[in-house]
């Protein structure tokens, strides 16, 4: 139990900008930039949160779940039906991201934004059905763009939900059998990388379901973003290729980062929709509303997952904003469900401690190093 | 607050094999592999506590401060008084450590091995000096054979103490000016690598003092590892060219694995350490009074430190024991104190979690996947 007070204040203190957080860690008592990582999450988490205590009090995941017409085709490993089935696997507490969130005393929200089976028994779960499964992108646009907004809704309450909740980190994750196909089509979408590169093998598919997937995409893109038609508006390509859940994602993203929230975003899928969120900031007019924290301020990356494509999608969202979109952990996780967003918490919350309670050299009266006087110091190289 | 009930049975079953436990994991509702190493981690902390539901409860770091007789060479860029300043900023809680494991609700206990300072008045400090401070090794053996076995009985005795208090797993850390020189003499000592490749720049010494660094570890190995002289038992490499603090880690290291404890190395100066406590293992009688679980299968590596020398000390774990030798966490952290065994257990506790408590495609009711079927499905490469 995490005993630090909740640090989130409303109005953030725009006078802690990189500099001063910096400052702030190279004070501490340790060898400048010997903690490495650590500190620049420290750094972000202040800057975020417009402090120099910063604090991870409430963390929490939310996995956004829904079914996907192009699974129609035959691109899973997986039957459709497991959607529902792990829907109810979470609601019991069975799950990986139930245990891997309960051992981190992470909080975890499951919500229904497009399952197609009926799951309202379900005691544990939101229930934001939107419609049973997005559209066949083969045969036609993934959502309605009354759909597309609906789900963007269901993330963006799902956020403010976090606000009132107290909630200072927020992984966002997925279940969906074929959200692989689909976020691979948005990848290629938003990035121009073909099918070649962007489709994965996702639950592990064998050859011959990974080479129709690759056709499907394909095909989807083909339909919906040739290269005449000029569709670059990520809105609408996560409307023709996406998925309800992605679109919640993108929605809970921005909402979450207007409030201060550290967004952590979990493995391929996740990061893809965020990587739209991250396209759909430079959309003109897309800042009505909306307050001053651009999401690349307030994202993290939980993991880099074993998927194919989530190499390329981090290297797109670095792109997109110029944000460090290296990952927290490695460990060849490929499952989804928030499940490395849970495990990365832990390093938030390591993160804010030293900013916030590490002693000064000045306060331990500890002697100063040569180069603990100089910011310029070589910094060991990796061995 | 970790509530899964301790288990930690002293009479292991020896029924569970890694095949068993990887049959277990791959009974969970996830597709076969997708959690990727935390699956290796769960399955090797079953074969280590004999149980297909293995937990982690009390975890502790332990932090072993000893000055070295090599910093009289000038080979730090902080003077030798910083080892007790250090040491008082842990009694009072301001330090690294205490703060990311405070984060991590892991304990830590101080202990003063051999520093240079009088640190009596300390009360969150266990006092066991061996002598303030290892000898030059330079001119001398680092330690005398009493000294060396002093310092190694306080490394088991701090085993023991873990043991009673019913410790899981307990990372292995340590403080002291000077001891990425003594790490870099007995990293080349036991692998034979130079000190061209096994010095780094340790607290971020500047390019005249690195120099210096290397030619005091080649004067070191020339005195007491000369080619002609054939030294090669890793009790006396320690001896010669170790440290206080380096010898109470080996003999911990040793000690815990023998009781089912997971040990988890830290960094540059962790490692090396162990490395040696693997070699001792192979030592001819070294079995004696000991239990059957070999080090390698109870060793954890925290996270892939930025000192140079880092990436040899692995690989010779790796070839020692065939162990895997891949750290956990990569997050170019060189700090030392403990601080990556903190902040790796939670990937412990989550490793746990999935083997104890997920559920299974029966349990569940969760269709299998066509892959699911099969242990030699395609598992993705990393993208």
């Given at each position: 139990m995490t005993t630090a007070p909740?640090?989130?204040?409303?109005?953030p203190s725009l006078t802690i900008d990189q500099a001063i957080a910096r400052q702030a860690i190279d004070s501490k008592t340790k060898p400048l930039g010997a903690l490495g990582r650590l500190e620049d999450v420290a750094v972000q988490l202040a800057v975020l949160q417009g402090t120099l205590t910063p604090s991870i009090g409430r963390t929490r995941v939310c996995v956004f779940g829904a079914d996907h017409g192009v699974s129609d085709e035959g691109v899973?490993?997986?039957?459709?039906?497991?959607t529902g089935e792990m829907m109810r696997n979470f609601d019991r507490g069975g799950a990986a991201i139930n245990v891997i969130a309960a051992a981190n005393h992470v909080d975890v929200e499951v919500i229904d934004v497009g399952v197609d089976a009926d799951l309202k028994a379900l005691t544990h779960i939101r229930h934001q059905k939107v419609r049973p499964g997005s559209r066949n992108m083969c045969i036609e646009p993934a959502m309605t763009v009354d759909e597309l907004a609906a789900a963007f809704a269901v993330g963006t309450a799902a956020a403010?939900?976090?606000?009132?909740?107290?909630?200072?980190?927020?992984?966002?994750?997925?279940m969906g059998i074929g959200n692989t196909t689909a976020a691979a089509a948005l990848l290629s979408a938003l990035t121009g990388h073909s099918a070649e590169i962007t489709v994965g093998r996702g639950t592990g598919v064998d050859d011959p379901t990974f080479a129709k997937k690759r056709t499907v995409v394909e095909a989807a893109l083909n339909r919906h973003i040739s290269k005449t038609s000029a569709v670059t508006n990520p809105y609408e390509l996560m409307r023709c290729v996406g998925g309800l859940e992605l679109?919640?994602?993108t929605g809970a993203a921005l909402e979450a980062a207007q409030h201060g929230i550290a967004v952590m975003a979990d493995g391929f899928i996740?990061?893809?929709?965020?990587l739209c969120a991250l396209r759909m900031e430079t959309v003109p007019g897309s800042e009505e509303g909306r307050g001053h924290?651009?999401?690349?301020g307030a994202l993290f990356f939980a993991h880099r997952s074993a998927e194919r494509g989530h190499g390329l999608a981090l290297e797109a969202c670095a792109a997109a904003t110029g944000c460090?979109?290296?990952?927290?952990?490695?460990?060849?996780?490929?499952?989804g469900e928030g499940s490395g967003a849970a495990l990365a918490m832990p390093i938030l919350r390591a993160a804010v401690a030293i900013m916030r309670d590490m002693a000064t050299f000045a306060s331990a009266g500890v002697s100063a190093g040569a180069q603990a006087e100089v910011h310029t110091a070589p910094r060991t190289e990796p061995g």
């Amino acid at each position: 139990m995490t005993t630090a007070p909740l640090n989130m204040p409303s109005t953030p203190s725009l006078t802690i900008d990189q500099a001063i957080a910096r400052q702030a860690i190279d004070s501490k008592t340790k060898p400048l930039g010997a903690l490495g990582r650590l500190e620049d999450v420290a750094v972000q988490l202040a800057v975020l949160q417009g402090t120099l205590t910063p604090s991870i009090g409430r963390t929490r995941v939310c996995v956004f779940g829904a079914d996907h017409g192009v699974s129609d085709e035959g691109v899973s490993a997986y039957p459709r039906a497991v959607t529902g089935e792990m829907m109810r696997n979470f609601d019991r507490g069975g799950a990986a991201i139930n245990v891997i969130a309960a051992a981190n005393h992470v909080d975890v929200e499951v919500i229904d934004v497009g399952v197609d089976a009926d799951l309202k028994a379900l005691t544990h779960i939101r229930h934001q059905k939107v419609r049973p499964g997005s559209r066949n992108m083969c045969i036609e646009p993934a959502m309605t763009v009354d759909e597309l907004a609906a789900a963007f809704a269901v993330g963006t309450a799902a956020a403010q939900r976090a606000v009132t909740d107290g909630v200072s980190a927020l992984g966002l994750g997925e279940m969906g059998i074929g959200n692989t196909t689909a976020a691979a089509a948005l990848l290629s979408a938003l990035t121009g990388h073909s099918a070649e590169i962007t489709v994965g093998r996702g639950t592990g598919v064998d050859d011959p379901t990974f080479a129709k997937k690759r056709t499907v995409v394909e095909a989807a893109l083909n339909r919906h973003i040739s290269k005449t038609s000029a569709v670059t508006n990520p809105y609408e390509l996560m409307r023709c290729v996406g998925g309800l859940e992605l679109a919640a994602i993108t929605g809970a993203a921005l909402e979450a980062a207007q409030h201060g929230i550290a967004v952590m975003a979990d493995g391929f899928i996740s990061t893809v929709a965020i990587l739209c969120a991250l396209r759909m900031e430079t959309v003109p007019g897309s800042e009505e509303g909306r307050g001053h924290t651009p999401l690349s301020g307030a994202l993290f990356f939980a993991h880099r997952s074993a998927e194919r494509g989530h190499g390329l999608a981090l290297e797109a969202c670095a792109a997109a904003t110029g944000c460090d979109a290296r990952p927290l952990l490695t460990l060849d996780m490929r499952l989804g469900e928030g499940s490395g967003a849970a495990l990365a918490m832990p390093i938030l919350r390591a993160a804010v401690a030293i900013m916030r309670d590490m002693a000064t050299f000045a306060s331990a009266g500890v002697s100063a190093g040569a180069q603990a006087e100089v910011h310029t110091a070589p910094r060991t190289e990796p061995g």
